[in-house]
């Protein structure tokens, strides 16, 4: 497990020594793939679990376009990001997966009707103070977010898994998802508030032991 | 221009974001300062993405990394270099 400090640089820009070691891996230095692929490792199988909703399958088809990216990597063109590339090849067999297991026509249902008649109206909160960071380190809370980001609509999951999750630049999500930054920042609204509102009730349940800090009654 | 809670709900993802035009943004601030309403929904949605940002919150499964290389190690074997197409 690592620990919260620096996120993942999903999206730094290309670096100097990136383009050398794909030219190196393509000469026939194909061990130096291993070093490559470690710092996106957790960008791709989130970008694949963001689709298909699923532990298991999400490990299976990460790393299925980790190897298609080995076996392609001569097609990578060097003036892109590595990073998008990966995500679009990710991308690719997830929806494959999907193809395959029927699941896709579903999804596309769902979204028809979310896209255009969701509450998009936050939750108020009560007697809201600035929660201390150690209330956030609640498990309950956690699980609660992680369930709600796993039941958004498709459309605003992965646009919010990719910002949000990820950390892409709006840019940088509207170029992986090919589609316009207007419209990224359209659903990343809608994703936000829909999670707020889940969530609101989670964030309120302070513990009482967290409360009296600063000299309050206990 | 004075802005109504509801058109700062519009603006507050664009707002984390940073994103807003300078002038929106003194607006919502003016706003801010004396709503207790949305800047309660500010800093709610602002705690939901410092979490989901949280590598502990959405986690790679144990071993995977490890299966993962031992499968390149597998394809590596087999296939020369990668393809050059």
Same mark, same amino acid.
């Given at each position: 497990?690592?620990?919260?400090?620096?996120?993942?640089?999903?999206?730094?820009?290309?670096?100097?020594?990136?383009?050398?070691?794909?030219?190196?891996?393509?000469?026939?230095?194909?061990?130096?793939?291993?070093?490559?692929?470690?710092?996106?490792?957790?960008?791709?199988?989130?970008?694949?679990?963001?689709?298909?909703?699923?532990?298991?399958?999400?490990?299976?088809?990460?790393?299925?376009?980790?190897?298609?990216? @080995? $076996?392609?990597?001569? &097609?990578? /063109?060097?003036?892109?990001? =590595? *990073?998008?590339?990966?995500?679009?090849? #990710?991308? %690719?067999?997830?929806?494959?997966?999907?193809?395959?297991?029927?699941?896709?026509?579903?999804?596309?249902?769902?979204?028809?009707?979310?896209?255009?008649?969701?509450?998009?109206?936050?939750?108020?909160?009560?007697?809201?103070?600035?929660?201390?960071?150690?209330?956030?380190?609640?498990?309950?809370?956690?699980?609660?977010?992680?369930?709600?980001?796993?039941?958004?609509?498709?459309? @605003? $999951?992965?646009?919010? &898994?990719? /910002?949000?999750?990820?950390? =892409? *630049?709006?840019?940088?999500?509207?170029? #992986?998802? %090919?589609?316009?930054?207007?419209?990224?920042?359209?659903?990343?609204?809608?994703?936000?508030?829909?999670?707020?509102?889940?969530?609101?009730?989670?964030?309120?349940?302070?513990?009482?032991?967290?409360?009296?800090?600063?000299?309050?009654?206990? | 221009?004075?802005?109504?809670?509801?058109?700062?709900?519009?603006?507050?993802?664009?707002?984390?974001?940073?994103?807003?035009?300078?002038?929106?943004?003194?607006?919502?601030?003016?706003?801010?300062?004396?709503?207790?309403?949305?800047?309660?929904?500010?800093?709610?949605?602002?705690?939901?993405?410092?979490?989901?940002?949280?590598?502990?919150?959405?986690?790679?499964?144990?071993?995977?990394?490890?299966?993962?290389?031992?499968?390149?190690?597998?394809?590596?074997?087999?296939?020369?270099?990668?393809?050059?197409?």
């Amino acid at each position: 497990m690592r620990a919260l400090t620096a996120p993942i640089c999903a999206m730094t820009k290309a670096k100097p020594n990136e383009a050398e070691t794909i030219a190196r891996i393509l000469a026939g230095e194909k061990e130096l793939f291993h070093d490559l692929i470690r710092p996106y490792e957790r960008m791709v199988y989130l970008t694949v679990f963001s689709l298909l909703k699923n532990e298991t399958e999400a490990e299976d088809a990460a790393q299925i376009a980790i190897i298609n990216a @080995y $076996r392609h990597l001569g &097609s990578f /063109r060097l003036d892109a990001k =590595f *990073s998008t590339w990966l995500v679009t090849i #990710a991308m %690719n067999e997830a929806r494959q997966k999907l193809r395959r297991d029927k699941r896709a026509a579903l999804e596309s249902i769902e979204e028809t009707v979310e896209e255009g008649t969701g509450d998009y109206t936050p939750a108020f909160l009560t007697d809201w103070r600035e929660i201390p960071l150690e209330a956030l380190e609640r498990k309950e809370l956690r699980e609660a977010l992680q369930k709600a980001v796993t039941e958004l609509p498709d459309l @605003y $999951r992965q646009v919010f &898994s990719l /910002r949000d999750l990820q950390e =892409f *630049s709006i840019q940088e999500t509207a170029e #992986a998802l %090919n589609m316009k930054p207007g419209l990224v920042k359209v659903r990343l609204r809608r994703a936000r508030i829909m999670l707020q509102r889940k969530l609101v009730p989670f964030l309120q349940k302070t513990p009482p032991a967290h409360r009296g800090w600063f000299g309050g009654a206990r | 221009m004075k802005l109504d809670c509801k058109h700062v709900w519009g603006y507050i993802s664009d707002y984390i974001d940073d994103s807003v035009d300078p002038a929106v943004r003194e607006d919502i601030e003016r706003h801010l300062e004396h709503c207790e309403i949305c800047s309660a929904i500010l800093d709610s949605t602002r705690n939901i993405l410092i979490l989901t940002a949280d590598e502990r919150t959405f986690e790679v499964p144990v071993g995977f990394s490890e299966k993962l290389h031992r499968r390149l190690e597998e394809e590596m074997k087999e296939e020369r270099t990668p393809d050059e197409k």
